[in-house]
């Protein structure tokens, strides 16, 4: 089994804390046709912000060439073409444009990855100069990680990410170092069937400053489940999903500030998935 790319290290801890968690209303519908073509449209109304929508559709060729076009209701149409297990396998490229009908091609990038057994290793060059290259290696029990990303034009490196992780059963620990400098690191672990706990912690050198945060979610039941967070600031997170009927799924969330519960910093939100 191919290690988790480099993004990919201490995803499931982050996972607790950044899913289930929609701000303002939110609507996400999806469905496929007979051909294989998906169909993806889905809205935000954020407080103070507007009406964001995209709606996406995605086709995959039986030679293995997909194609992913993505129209933004700011007039930007994003498309990706990828060609996957070409020309050896294990290795995936694809081309990703960024245009408007007003303005032409407003960016242009190359990505790729590679991955077997013991490596996973990723890149994208952008039009704009700015090159990323990260890998990741399992030793055992371990995964070992770096990412940089770098200028083209002369500018050495922008940032640079080393990353361990360790799993060993339903126990997931990893540690990220960025720029030298700052510290995060993360726990997951599944402590049943139903439930799983997460705890990101967090460490600036240069500002000594640091931040710790604890979340859960439990499963009720086959069609329900909770999640709860609350950080080093004392803002409280509150989830609940459920799957109304088939393809129907609910969720609606609340963070409240409890050092402050008479300000304005409490937010709420709402989201309904439609699939077929």
């Given at each position: 089994m191919a290690p988790p790319k480099f993004a990919d290290i201490g995803k499931a801890a982050r996972d607790i804390f950044g899913d289930d968690y929609p701000f303002g209303k939110k609507l996400t519908l999806k469905t496929s046709a007979s051909n294989g073509m998906t169909f993806k449209v889905e809205g935000q109304n954020v407080v103070g912000k507007g009406v964001a929508a995209f709606i996406e559709t995605k086709f995959a060729h039986s030679s293995g060439v997909s194609i992913k076009e993505k129209w933004h209701t700011n007039n930007v149409v994003s498309t990706e073409i990828s060609v996957p297990n070409k020309p050896v396998k294990g290795l995936n490229l694809a081309l990703l444009t960024d245009c408007s009908?007003?303005?032409?091609?407003m960016s242009l990038a190359v990505k790729g990855d590679f991955k077997n057994d013991a490596l996973f290793t990723d890149f994208k060059v952008a039009s704009s100069g700015s090159t990323c290259i990260g890998a990741s290696f399992a030793v055992k029990d371990f995964v070992l990680g770096a990412?940089?990303?770098?200028?083209?034009?002369?500018?050495?490196?922008?940032?640079?990410?080393?990353?361990?992780?360790?799993?060993?059963?339903?126990?997931?620990?990893?540690t990220h170092v960025v720029n030298g400098s700052a510290v995060r690191g993360s726990i997951y672990q599944k402590t049943s069937d139903d439930a799983s706990v997460g705890v990101l912690f967090s460490w600036n050198r240069a500002s000594n400053e640091s931040d710790i945060a604890v979340g859960c979610r439990v499963k009720l039941d086959d069609n329900t489940h909770v999640k709860a967070k609350i950080d080093k600031s004392l803002v409280l997170g509150l989830s609940y999903t459920q799957a109304l009927r088939k393809n129907v799924a609910f969720t609606v969330s609340a963070t409240a500030n409890t050092n402050r519960m008479t300000s304005d910093d409490h937010k709420l939100g709402a989201h309904i998935t439609f699939s077929a």
């Amino acid at each position: 089994m191919a290690p988790p790319k480099f993004a990919d290290i201490g995803k499931a801890a982050r996972d607790i804390f950044g899913d289930d968690y929609p701000f303002g209303k939110k609507l996400t519908l999806k469905t496929s046709a007979s051909n294989g073509m998906t169909f993806k449209v889905e809205g935000q109304n954020v407080v103070g912000k507007g009406v964001a929508a995209f709606i996406e559709t995605k086709f995959a060729h039986s030679s293995g060439v997909s194609i992913k076009e993505k129209w933004h209701t700011n007039n930007v149409v994003s498309t990706e073409i990828s060609v996957p297990n070409k020309p050896v396998k294990g290795l995936n490229l694809a081309l990703l444009t960024d245009c408007s009908p007003a303005n032409g091609l407003m960016s242009l990038a190359v990505k790729g990855d590679f991955k077997n057994d013991a490596l996973f290793t990723d890149f994208k060059v952008a039009s704009s100069g700015s090159t990323c290259i990260g890998a990741s290696f399992a030793v055992k029990d371990f995964v070992l990680g770096a990412q940089g990303t770098f200028k083209l034009s002369g500018g050495g490196a922008v940032s640079t990410s080393l990353a361990v992780g360790y799993t060993y059963d339903n126990l997931q620990i990893a540690t990220h170092v960025v720029n030298g400098s700052a510290v995060r690191g993360s726990i997951y672990q599944k402590t049943s069937d139903d439930a799983s706990v997460g705890v990101l912690f967090s460490w600036n050198r240069a500002s000594n400053e640091s931040d710790i945060a604890v979340g859960c979610r439990v499963k009720l039941d086959d069609n329900t489940h909770v999640k709860a967070k609350i950080d080093k600031s004392l803002v409280l997170g509150l989830s609940y999903t459920q799957a109304l009927r088939k393809n129907v799924a609910f969720t609606v969330s609340a963070t409240a500030n409890t050092n402050r519960m008479t300000s304005d910093d409490h937010k709420l939100g709402a989201h309904i998935t439609f699939s077929a």
